[in-house]
C-alpha cells in the first residue's frame, strides 16, 4: 500500500470515528487516539521513506563554549591593515576573522561551479531532494546550540531570538517545503478553449539555472537558507552574497552526505565595488535581494543590464491597530513587546508602529512604560539576564536620536529610553536604549521612515478610519496587524491596510505558515518568497500543449488559408467565419459564422 493512500485511510478512519462520537459520547477518548494516529502515523511513515543522512559539520573555535576573541578598539567591518572584511560579535566587539573578499575571477569560478553543479541536479526526483532537506533538518536539529551561538555572534542578539528567528522559522520553511513543496512544483493543467479542445494544456515549472540571493544581516542563518532551500528544492543552484558562510556550510553538508555535488551551493562576500559584477552576471536567472531601498535602486539598476529577474523585500513600517474593544491589554502588551524588540528591532515585519484609539490610548501606554523600563540589553554570549541584543552597528544612532529629537520638538513624548545606550560591561558592544516614544504624528519623521531600531512608536487615532488612513500614510507597505473583536472592524482594516500581509489579533504569524507568499507593496518592494509563490519565482513557468487524441486528431491547415494563398477573398471570409462561429454571443451570430465558413471552402 503506498503512503498516500495509507494517509487516505487513516482520514476516513478519522471522518467515521467522529460522526460516531457525535453520537456517542463514550467514543470521544477514542477518537481523540485516532485523532493523534492520524498526525504522528502519516509523519513517521514519511520519515522512513524520506529519512535523513547523518552528518558532521567542523564547528568553527569561536562557537566553542568558553571561546574568548580579542575586542577591537574601534569594530568595524573594515580593517585598517588590509581589505580583507573584519568580522566581529557586535555585542561585545570581540573579533571573530577575517575573509577575503570575493574578486570578478571568484564570481565567474563560484557561478561556474554551481552551473556545472546544476546541470546534474536538475535531473534528480522530487524524491531526492526531499532526502537532503531532511538531512538538513536532522543536522538542525541535533545542532542548534552551535547554530544558535553563531547567530548570536554575528548579529548580536539573544539565544531565545536566534531560536525564534533563526531555528523555528527555518525548520518550518524545510517541513512545508518537504509536505507540499511537490505538489507546488508539479505540471499544473489549464484548460482549454472551444477551438483547443482536441489539445490539453499545462504549466510545467522548470529550473532557470545558477540563481543569486543578497540578503540582509539581521538572521544571518534564516536569511541565506530560506531562499537556499527553495531554488535547490526547484531544481537549481545558486549563489548566495553574505557575511557569513555558515547556512552554506551546512547545505553543502546535506548535499555530500546524500550523494550529490556540494558546489551546487555556492558563498561569497565581497565589497560593494565589485557587487555590481555579480548582480548584472550573465550566468545568473534570478536574483533574490532582502535589504534596503538605497541598496535595491543600484541592485535593480545593475540586474536590469543582463534582464534578471528580481524578487526584493526592503523591509517597512508596519503598522499595528488596536481597537478599543480590546479587552486583554496586559496580553496584548507582551505580543506587542515581542514584536517591537524582536533580535533588537532589527526585524523587517517588526512592530514599527503601534495605532490606537482613544478609549484605551492611556491604559496601553501606561502598560508598555512600565514593561519597556524593565528592559535589559546585554550579550547573551555572557550573561543570562539579558531581554535584549545588541544592534549590528552604531552607524544609524545619530540619525535615530535626531529623529526622536524631532518627534519630541514637535509634541511627542519621549516615556523611555530615547538615546543610544553605552553598555557598562560591554563598551564596544553596541546597543540603543529601549525607547517608548508616545502622541507621536503622521507629520514627524520617525512615524514615515524606517527605524530599525528598537523605538516603540504609539500614535492616536480618533476611530477606525482614521486608523488606517494613518496606517497607510508610509511610503511601505510590507506587513501589519489588526487587534480587536468586532469581526465587521476588524475585516475594514485587513481590506483597507495598503500591505502585502496582515494578521488578526497576532504578530507576524503569516510568516511563520510558510504556505503564504511573503512580501509587500509599495516601498517594500515586489516579487514574492515563501509558499508556492515563492517556489515558483525561481522557476521557469514553460507552457505546454499537446494532442488529446494523437492518433485521432491534429492541427492541419485548411487549404484556403494554405501558402500560397490562392483565393484572398475566400481566405479572408473563411477566417472571420471561424471567429464568429467560436466566439459569437448567440446562435444567430454562430450561424453566420458557420455559412461564412461553408461559403469559404
Given at each position: 500500500?503506498?503512503l ?5 485511510l ?6 467515521t ?6 453520537q ?7 477518537t481523540?487516539a ?12 514519511k520519515?522512513?521513506?524520506?529519512a ?7 564547528v ?7 571561546w ?17 572584511i573584519?568580522?566581529y ?11 577575503t ?11 561556474a ?9 536538475a535531473?534528480?526526483s ?24 553563531a547567530?548570536c ?6 539565544r ?5 528567528g ?9 517541513k ?8 507546488a ?9 472551444f ?8 504549466v ?9 540571493a ?7 542563518f534564516h ?10 528544492f ?14 552554506s ?11 550529490h555535488d556540494p558546489?551546487l ?26 535589504g ?10 545593475s ?5 534578471t ?41 517588526g512592530?514599527?508602529r503601534?495605532?490606537v ?17 524593565l528592559?535589559?540589553?546585554g550579550s ?6 539579558v ?6 552597528s ?41 525607547t ?7 507629520d514627524?519623521d520617525i ?5 530599525f531600531?528598537?523605538?516603540c ?14 496606517a497607510?500614510?508610509?511610503?511601505f ?21 495598503k ?9 507576524a ?10 512580501g509587500?507593496?509599495k516601498?517594500?518592494g515586489?516579487?514574492r ?19 488529446r ?14 501558402y500560397?494563398?490562392?483565393?484572398p477573398d475566400?481566405?479572408?471570409g ?25 461559403g469559404?471552402?
Amino acid at each position: 500500500m503506498e503512503l498516500d493512500e495509507i494517509v487516505t485511510l487513516l482520514r476516513d478512519s478519522v471522518h467515521t470515528a467522529a460522526q460516531f462520537a457525535q453520537q456517542n459520547p463514550v467514543a470521544v477518548a477514542s477518537t481523540a487516539a485516532l485523532l493523534a494516529a492520524a498526525s504522528i502515523v502519516p509523519c513517521a511513515l514519511k520519515s522512513r521513506r524520506y529519512a535523513g543522512v547523518p552528518y558532521s559539520v567542523q564547528v568553527p573555535a569561536e562557537c566553542e563554549p568558553g571561546w574568548q576573541g580579542k575586542i577591537l578598539e574601534n569594530p568595524s567591518i573594515r580593517s585598517a591593515a588590509s581589505n580583507d572584511i573584519q568580522c566581529y560579535c557586535p555585542a561585545n566587539g570581540r573579533l571573530l576573522g577575517h575573509v577575503t573578499p570575493a574578486s570578478r575571477a571568484d564570481i565567474d569560478a563560484a557561478i561556474a561551479r554551481s552551473a556545472k553543479a546544476q546541470k546534474a541536479w536538475a535531473q534528480t526526483s522530487f524524491d531526492d531532494r526531499k532526502k537532503v532537506l531532511r538531512t538538513l533538518l536532522g543536522y538542525i536539529l541535533a545542532n542548534q546550540d552551535a547554530i544558535v551561538q553563531a547567530a548570536c555572534l554575528d548579529s548580536g542578539k539573544t539565544r531565545v531570538d536566534a531560536v525564534l528567528g533563526e531555528i523555528l522559522v527555518t525548520t518550518e520553511k524545510i517541513k512545508w517545503v518537504l509536505d507540499y513543496g511537490a505538489q507546488a512544483l508539479a505540471p499544473e493543467k489549464r484548460p482549454t478553449s472551444f477551438m483547443m479542445i482536441y489539445k490539453k494544456a499545462e504549466v510545467r515549472y522548470d529550473p532557470l539555472g545558477v540563481v543569486c540571493a543578497l540578503v540582509s544581516w539581521n538572521y544571518p542563518f534564516h536569511n541565506l537558507l530560506g531562499p537556499i532551500i527553495s531554488s535547490i528544492f526547484a531544481g537549481n543552484g545558486i549563489v548566495g552574497e553574505f557575511f557569513n558562510t555558515t547556512p552554506s556550510s551546512k547545505m553543502k553538508g546535506a548535499l555530500s552526505a546524500c550523494g550529490h555535488d556540494p558546489d551546487l551551493v555556492q558563498s561569497i562576500m565581497c565589497w560593494p565595488d565589485v557587487a555590481p559584477y555579480l548582480t548584472s552576471h550573465h550566468g545568473i536567472a534570478h536574483i533574490t535581494f532582502i535589504g534596503s531601498r538605497p541598496v535595491a535602486h543600484h541592485v535593480a539598476a545593475s540586474a536590469a543590464k543582463t534582464l534578471t529577474p528580481l524578487c526584493i523585500e526592503l523591509g517597512g513600517k508596519d503598522a499595528h491597530i488596536i481597537l478599543d474593544d480590546y479587552k486583554n491589554l496586559e496580553s496584548l502588551s507582551s505580543v506587542l513587546m515581542r514584536g517591537v524588540f524582536q533580535s533588537s528591532s532589527q526585524n523587517c515585519v517588526g512592530i514599527e508602529r503601534i495605532i490606537v484609539l482613544p478609549r484605551i490610548y492611556d491604559k496601553l501606554v501606561a502598560i508598555l512604560e512600565r514593561r519597556i523600563k524593565l528592559m535589559r540589553p546585554g550579550s547573551a554570549l555572557e550573561d543570562t539576564e539579558v531581554d535584549m541584543g545588541a544592534m549590528i552597528s552604531p552607524v544609524c544612532f545619530d540619525r535615530l536620536e535626531a529623529l526622536i529629537a524631532q518627534a519630541v520638538s514637535k509634541g511627542a513624548r519621549c516615556l523611555v529610553g530615547g538615546k543610544r545606550f553605552n553598555h557598562p560591561k560591554y563598551p564596544k558592544g553596541h546597543y540603543f536604549s529601549p525607547t517608548l516614544l508616545v502622541d507621536v504624528t503622521r507629520d514627524m519623521d520617525i512615524a514615515q521612515n524606517e527605524t530599525f531600531a528598537p523605538i516603540c512608536v504609539v500614535m492616536a487615532a480618533s476611530d477606525v478610519d482614521d486608523a488606517i488612513e494613518i496606517a497607510n500614510s508610509s511610503e511601505f507597505g510590507l506587513g501589519g496587524s489588526v487587534y480587536g473583536v468586532d469581526r465587521a472592524k476588524l475585516e475594514k482594516v485587513v481590506r483597507g491596510m495598503k500591505c502585502g500581509m496582515v494578521a488578526v489579533n497576532d504578530f507576524a504569524v503569516f510568516y511563520l505558515n510558510q504556505s503564504l507568499p511573503f512580501g509587500g507593496v509599495k516601498g517594500s518592494g515586489y516579487g514574492r518568497f515563501a509558499g508556492a509563490e515563492g517556489l515558483r519565482a525561481v522557476c521557469n513557468p514553460k507552457s505546454v500543449v499537446v494532442d488529446r487524441w494523437p492518433s485521432l486528431i491534429g492541427t492541419s491547415i485548411p487549404p484556403v488559408v494554405d501558402y500560397p494563398i490562392n483565393r484572398p477573398d475566400k481566405s479572408y471570409g473563411f477566417t472571420k467565419g471561424l471567429v464568429e462561429f467560436a466566439y459569437g454571443q448567440g446562435l444567430k451570430e454562430k450561424a453566420v459564422g458557420i455559412a461564412k465558413l461553408l461559403g469559404s471552402m
